[in-house]
């Protein structure tokens, strides 16, 4: 789980693939790591091991701030009255506070 958090996390999750420790794992596309994590599994050659972990809730989102402002923390920084592309999700509490808000 998580490849795409840090080069030592996804190292140590290719291995564990590699070994038949795990049998899959899930890139988080949003994590800081990500382009690491995609070489390393390309290089390993295994692209069919590795699925999506879609995020809603840590981290920065893939999409324009605007595009998905209801996800995003209220103190995230600010540009023209608009959202920066900056923005940082609410965090996993966060997130289901806004959902039962109806945000």
């Known amino acids: 789980d998580d490849l795409g958090i840090s080069h030592s996390r ?3 999750i290719i291995l564990a693939l590699r070994e038949g420790a795990v ?3 899930s890139i988080l ?3 800081p ?3 690491h994590a995609i070489r390393l599994v390309c ?3 295994l692209q069919d091991r590795v699925g999506l972990h879609l995020n809603l809730s840590e981290g920065v989102p893939l999409l324009p701030a605007h595009r998905v402002a209801s ?3 209220p103190d995230s920084t600010q540009h023209s009255g608009v959202k ?5 999700f609410r965090g996993a509490r ?3 506070v806004a959902c039962r808000a109806g945000a």
């Open 23 to 25: 049998t899959a794992a």
């Open 43 to 45: 290089a390993a050659r």
């Open 71 to 73: 996800l995003l923390s």
């Open 94 to 96: 966060g997130f289901r």
């Open 29 to 31: 596309a949003n994590g």
């Open 10 to 12: 996804n190292t140590g």
């Open 33 to 35: 790591a990500v382009q």
């Open 84 to 88: 920066a592309c900056v923005g940082r």
